[in-house]
């Protein structure tokens, strides 16, 4: 049976396409997916025609995204795969694999696809504990995007962080900031996302109408000591720095996406000195790369 690929063919435009299947060879094992998480940043740009990489030519060398000449090779580009939070079940295991059975569940990443051959040490290690519910795989990647946030945060015991934005990344990084001792304030449109924040530890959670006020109150007029964005959106982001204590931080861990409109960055960030992080999967702060 072939193997089933999900593809992106253009803008907001998805097919399928047959791969073939094959048994393991030697050192390797063939895997049945069970769940592939949809990326709501990175993926999500890519389907909707947003993301720079469609638009700009990144120069790896200078770091820098530039315009495209209109001289340049435009070609459009061939179909995409995409997913990076797979689980799956081994079914098959080659000559030589030790340690790996049927049956042994695994995170990795491997795209939307419906089986995939891998090499049994790249996948070794990746294995769920024992009566581990399967969907919970996907987040193996994604979970790494909140943890890194956290550390750049730097959050001190007893502190108050206000997290905006509470999907996946969201979700997460409320979770870390309470085991790391702070006070979490959880900002959302979506009541049902709030009550979810609330289930994992939030002290308070709040729609984003009048956000940066309801924490101003709750700090007795100071602000938040560090602000979490993790929505991507450019207001949100406008809101976290007001919500900010005069002299603190915001680390951002969302993908923005455009032009920043709603972002105001002659008002409370130039009035009260307020610091932004960039946070993402790429790497750690160096000062912690000892660790990790």
Same mark, same amino acid.
């Given at each position: 049976m072939?193997?089933?690929?999900?593809?992106?063919?253009?803008?907001?435009?998805?097919?399928?396409?047959?791969?073939?299947?094959?048994?393991? &060879?030697?050192?390797? =094992? /063939? *895997?049945?997916? $069970?769940?592939?998480?949809?990326?709501?940043?990175?993926?999500?740009? #890519?389907?909707r025609g947003?993301?720079?990489?469609?638009?700009?030519?990144?120069?790896?060398?200078?770091r820098?995204?530039?315009?495209?000449?209109?001289?340049?090779?435009?070609?459009?580009?061939p179909?995409?795969?995409?997913?990076?939070?797979?689980?799956?079940?081994?079914?098959?295991?080659g000559?030589?694999?030790?340690?790996l059975?049927?049956?042994?569940?695994?995170?990795?990443?491997w795209?939307?696809?419906?089986?995939?051959?891998?090499?049994?040490?790249?996948?070794?290690?990746?294995?769920?504990?024992?009566?581990?519910?399967?969907?919970?795989?996907?987040?193996s990647?994604?979970?790494?995007?909140?943890?890194?946030?956290?550390l750049?945060?730097?959050?001190?015991?007893?502190?108050?962080?206000?997290?905006?934005?509470?999907?996946?990344? &969201?979700?997460?990084? =409320? /979770? *870390?900031?309470? $085991?790391?001792?702070?006070?979490?304030?959880?900002?959302?449109?979506? #009541?049902a996302?709030?009550?979810?924040?609330?289930?994992?530890?939030a002290?308070?959670?709040?729609?984003p109408?009048?956000?940066a006020?309801?924490?101003?109150?709750?700090?007795?007029?100071?602000?938040?000591?560090i602000?979490?964005?993790?929505?991507?959106?450019?207001?949100?982001?406008?809101?976290?720095i007001?919500?900010?204590?005069?002299?603190?931080r915001?680390?951002?861990?969302?993908?923005?996406?455009?032009?920043?409109?709603?972002?105001?960055?002659?008002?409370?960030f130039?009035?009260?000195?307020?610091?932004?992080?960039?946070?993402?999967?790429g790497?750690v702060?160096?000062?912690?790369?000892h660790?990790?």
């Amino acid at each position: 049976m072939a193997v089933v690929a999900v593809r992106f063919t253009g803008v907001k435009k998805v097919g399928f396409e047959a791969l073939p299947d094959r048994s393991p &060879g030697p050192g390797e =094992v /063939r *895997l049945r997916t $069970l769940y592939s998480g949809i990326s709501a940043g990175t993926e999500l740009t #890519a389907y909707r025609g947003t993301n720079p990489y469609l638009h700009k030519r990144w120069d790896a060398g200078r770091r820098l995204f530039l315009s495209r000449d209109d001289s340049e090779d435009q070609a459009p580009e061939p179909p995409r795969s995409w997913g990076y939070e797979e689980v799956g079940e081994i079914v098959e295991v080659g000559p030589g694999v030790s340690g790996l059975a049927p049956g042994t569940l695994v995170h990795g990443t491997w795209g939307h696809q419906t089986g995939h051959v891998a090499r049994a040490e790249d996948i070794g290690w990746r294995t769920l504990p024992p009566g581990t519910d399967p969907i919970l795989g996907i987040f193996s990647h994604i979970g790494p995007i909140a943890l890194n946030g956290v550390l750049d945060g730097a959050i001190r015991l007893g502190e108050t962080v206000a997290v905006f934005g509470l999907g996946v990344v &969201g979700q997460l990084v =409320v /979770r *870390l900031a309470r $085991l790391s001792g702070a006070s979490v304030v959880a900002v959302d449109p979506i #009541a049902a996302r709030r009550e979810l924040a609330a289930e994992g530890g939030a002290a308070m959670t709040i729609g984003p109408d009048g956000a940066a006020e309801a924490i101003r109150d709750l700090t007795g007029g100071l602000g938040a000591d560090i602000c979490f964005e993790a929505s991507g959106s450019a207001r949100a982001l406008h809101e976290a720095i007001r919500a900010c204590a005069p002299s603190s931080r915001v680390v951002t861990l969302g993908f923005f996406q455009g032009e920043a409109a709603g972002l105001m960055l002659g008002e409370e960030f130039h009035h009260n000195r307020i610091a932004v992080v960039c946070s993402q999967i790429g790497g750690v702060a160096p000062e912690l790369r000892h660790r990790w």
